[in-house]
């Protein structure tokens, strides 16, 4: 078989080329480390790529979010616990005034204080987030959440609380109305409360204590009503459901005795006082931080009262205090809850992020020893085509003669 000189160069130049750019690839894939440069080197794994990279992308945003969620979680439980230790100062100053031998212009010094305690916890639900918004802002508010007017403080923002993430849900706020605004009033099961004289309208001559529960089974979740009936030894009283009208129990008065039925137990204390009464009501979570701190100040600054007013009002204002202490720390246990929640979530996202890159790097990253074996083959190959090259460029029949 017969073949022409010129096909012999035209076969060993489209050789060499070849060689060359088989060549040319292995460096590149070398250099870069990707075994897919283009779509069109393996659709399949670089589709594969695609879709790690698009989840390794959206983690990333969540990771962002999280870390976003965590700050603002840090700054409320910080708000909280500052607000706490502002609120332990008002109750020992509440504690410090029921001192019988305290004079009316002492009491208006505590007074004074807790106002000025008050302003302090003002500025710590208004508390800035450090992004244009406030801690306590709830869904979202452009001015700070609580307004203090003449008529007391009042929360504008709105209930709730805002989220952010695309995988999970992440709080960037507290709901400051949960948080500053509905304690559960009373003992957190009932609230106890002097009622004015049924005859004279006077204040009580003794004082009801915030009670306890004694068997949880037997709250009706009703109201009553104490009613004193007679004067010194020969007082009794009487407990009425008002909100049935029947009568739960009558008996003799005694200072100091806890009185018992449907499940709990109160205490009256001091002088029986024919017509005096008390109320039971279910608690409600409605208890405010300003209007029980506003209402402590007035009753401390009220002057003349006496020994019976002093108690029953330290008595309620105390219990007051010490729900919304227990509020607080309620809501910053949550804070401290879902901070240990994203922390679980980090790590999980941690380990999803690091199986997609590994899912990315399996599809398009290069196994450095096989690519350096195939970069050596192919070199070799490109060696002995231009070597072929070069014996064809000799081979003619000129050169043969000549020989």
Do not use: C
């Amino acid at each position: 078989m017969r073949i022409a000189t010129s096909n012999m160069f035209d076969t060993s130049i489209s050789t060499l080329q070849r060689r060359q750019e088989m060549l040319q690839d292995s460096q590149q894939r070398l250099t870069s480390g990707k075994r897919v440069q283009l779509a069109s080197d393996d659709p399949t794994a670089a589709a594969r790529a695609e879709r790690s990279l698009s989840a390794i992308g959206r983690i990333d945003a969540n990771q962002r979010a999280l870390e976003a969620s965590r700050n603002s979680l840090v700054l409320g439980e910080s708000a909280l616990g500052d607000a706490t230790e502002i609120m332990q100062q008002v109750r020992e100053s509440m504690v410090a005034a029921g001192n019988a031998s305290y004079s009316d212009n002492e009491r208006r010094g505590l007074a004074d204080k807790i106002a000025g305690l008050r302003d302090q916890l003002l500025a710590i639900a208004n508390r800035p987030d450090g992004g244009g918004g406030f801690l306590f802002g709830g869904q979202g508010s452009a001015n700070p959440p609580f307004l203090d007017q003449p008529g007391g403080v009042s929360y504008t923002g709105v209930p709730g609380q805002i989220a952010t993430g695309n995988l999970d849900s992440f709080p960037l706020t507290v709901d400051g109305r949960a948080a500053w605004e509905q304690a559960r009033s009373g003992n957190g099961s009932f609230v106890t409360e002097s009622l004015p004289n049924l005859n004279t309208n006077a204040p009580a001559k003794s004082w009801i204590d915030a009670g306890r529960v004694t068997n949880p089974s037997l709250l009706t979740d009703n109201s009553y009503q104490i009613q004193i009936s007679g004067t010194g030894a020969g007082a009794s009283y009487t407990v009425i459901n008002t909100t049935t009208g029947g009568i739960v129990a009558t008996a003799a008065f005694a200072s100091g005795k806890a009185i018992e039925f449907d499940g709990m137990a109160v205490t009256l204390s001091g002088a029986a006082e024919d017509g005096d009464q008390f109320s039971i009501n279910p608690s409600t979570a409605s208890l405010k931080v300003f209007d029980v701190l506003d209402r402590a100040v007035s009753e401390l600054r009220t002057p003349l009262r006496n020994n019976v007013q002093i108690a029953q009002s330290n008595i309620g204002r105390i219990r007051d205090i010490e729900a919304l202490i227990g509020n607080m720390q309620s809501t910053r246990s949550q804070l401290g809850e879902r901070m240990n929640n994203l922390d679980g979530t980090e790590s999980r996202m941690a380990d999803q992020k690091l199986y997609n890159q590994s899912e990315q790097s399996a599809a398009e990253d290069v196994d450095m020893v096989q690519s350096i074996s195939d970069f050596q083959n192919q070199q070799s190959g490109y060696d002995a085509a231009l070597k072929t090259y070069a014996l064809v460029q000799r081979m003619s029949l000129f050169q043969y003669i000549n020989s």
